[in-house]
């Protein structure tokens, strides 16, 4: 039972580290605290509703159009929304998000109903035994998906030219400006990733649960994630999202179903009173 229980949260906290991911990539980049990160996954999954279901593409085809499709999102959030508000107050930039994430959720219950809609991909839905633990095959692809990006995304920050540019621009916006950077560039391909992140976890989540704005609750697990592994920090968003998706998955078999919010939310809070920065995060000191 136990081994059946951590595979699958080990699995669920895939999907979580890669919507903290994104969560990350933004914060790290613009500053911003984006509350909107929970419907950029119901988005993802509503993308994939209408690739699959609507459009009836090829699922090659579909991938390419969920990927495009969540990236023209952020970019256009940050070209639209975000950027007339560069060097306001955090607070209005915060606020902003919250009326986006609304925004979105009223847009998608208009288009496509108050319902859920069911998501059928041709990802495999069996099971795997090894040994005496079932685990889906849903479940391990995800996972493993969650994985290859996570990893592909770690490899382009570290080794290409871009993402050494948007790294540049997230440590020192004026030392970057100064050494020629477009910072506006680099500061819409973070949205445009971190909203592409959400979309492929909202691919998964559409099809283990189904289609809908609830997802967006499943979604915003990534913020307690990414505060754990620490706010600045990229792999403490991946470890961040495995732990609450372990977490998870153990409070509700061996507590109940109701306790999962509370016992991550305690642990967030002991982690805020301990060590604010994060398990990863770097310790930022100020002069009171």
């Not at 030219?161 to 391909?189: K, Y």
């Not at 992140?197 to 609830?214: C, D, H, R």
Request: net charge neutral; hydrophobic share 55%; charged share 10%.
């Amino acid at each position: 039972m136990f081994e059946q229980v951590f595979f699958s949260g080990l699995a669920l906290g895939s999907i979580y580290g890669l919507v903290a991911l994104g969560f990350a990539v933004i914060f790290k980049a613009t500053d911003v605290f984006n509350f909107a990160q929970g419907m950029f996954v119901v988005c993802g999954a509503y993308f994939a509703v209408t690739a699959m279901s609507i459009l009836q593409l090829p699922f090659p085809l579909a991938i390419l159009f969920i990927v495009g499709a969540a990236a023209l999102l952020g970019v256009l959030i940050h070209m639209v929304l975000i950027q007339p508000l560069s060097g306001r107050p955090m607070l209005s930039v915060i606020m902003l998000t919250i009326a986006l994430s609304i925004a979105l959720r009223s847009i998608i219950e208009m288009v496509f109903g108050p319902q859920g809609r069911s998501l059928t991909t041709p990802l495999p839905t069996g099971v795997l035994m090894l040994g005496s633990v079932r685990i889906s095959y849903l479940h391990l692809t995800a996972a493993l998906v969650s994985w290859v990006c996570m990893a592909g995304f770690g490899l382009f920050f570290k080794f290409t030219s871009v993402g050494l540019l948007m790294r540049a621009s997230a440590d020192n916006h004026e030392a970057a400006v100064v050494s020629g950077v477009n910072v506006n560039t680099m500061n819409r391909l973070a949205w445009g990733i971190g909203s592409t992140l959400a979309a492929v976890g909202g691919l998964f989540l559409g099809q283990l649960q189904i289609a809908s704005t609830e997802l967006e609750g499943i979604g915003l697990l990534a913020l307690p994630a990414v505060v754990i592994g620490g706010m600045q920090s990229i792999p403490g968003a991946i470890v961040g999202g495995l732990l609450v998706g372990i977490i998870e998955q153990m409070a509700s078999t061996y507590i109940s179903p109701k306790s999962s919010d509370i016992v991550i939310y305690v642990l967030l809070l002991l982690i805020l009173m301990v060590r604010p920065w994060g398990l990863f995060g770097q310790r930022e000191l100020g002069r009171v």
